[in-house]
């Protein structure tokens, strides 16, 4: 997760402590020098009272999760399509939205959502994979459009959850 949405997923039931992951410290160093208006100071330490900032493969993590049973009100995927850094050699498999959808939806507690970056509102092939994905393991979802201003484009994100929960059938 970038700043901007730590800094926000911070404040959200300020009781519990939150897990962040982020593939690259390389994304983290630029956040907090040029998205210092969104993220504040958030990303100026990787760790605090509440809060853990891992930088490793994300797959590798959620797949930790699942094999000690852990569970989560909410998952958020803020994948990008490119690393920053060259030098990391995670296979490009592991970044599947499919794969990260299945190992996410595992985590969720009953009535948890799976939270995701969709791709530009343009890009019909690459949203219509990802609907795919959702509609073909009989997921609810919702899809946003949204103006992204860093990217200065229309984006949709992507709410998912079981059906049956939620209020929904």
Not at 11 to 34: F, G, H, M, P, W
Not at 78 to 90: F, K, M, N, P, R
Not at 92 to 97: A, L, P, R
Request: glycine share 6%.
């Amino acid at each position: 997760m970038k700043g901007g949405v730590r800094s926000k997923h911070i404040n959200i039931n300020d009781s519990e402590r939150k897990k962040l992951i982020e593939e690259d410290i390389e994304v983290i160093k630029a956040c907090r020098i040029y998205m210092r208006g969104v993220c504040g100071d958030s990303l100026d330490n990787l760790s605090g009272n509440k809060f853990l900032i891992r930088t490793e493969n994300c797959v590798s993590v959620l797949n930790e999760c699942i094999e000690t049973n852990r569970k989560f009100d909410y998952v958020i995927n803020d994948l990008s399509e490119y690393l920053v850094d060259t030098e990391i050699s995670y296979a490009i498999d592991d970044y599947t939205s499919a794969k990260i959808l299945d190992c996410s939806m595992n985590l969720l507690d009953y009535g948890g959502k799976y939270l995701c970056r969709g791709d530009i509102a343009g890009n019909v092939d690459a949203l219509n994979t990802v609907i795919h994905d959702i509609t073909s393991r009989d997921l609810v979802y919702n899809k946003y459009t949204v103006h992204v201003p860093s990217f200065k484009e229309q984006y949709c994100l992507f709410e998912v959850w079981k059906p049956g929960e939620n209020g929904t059938v």
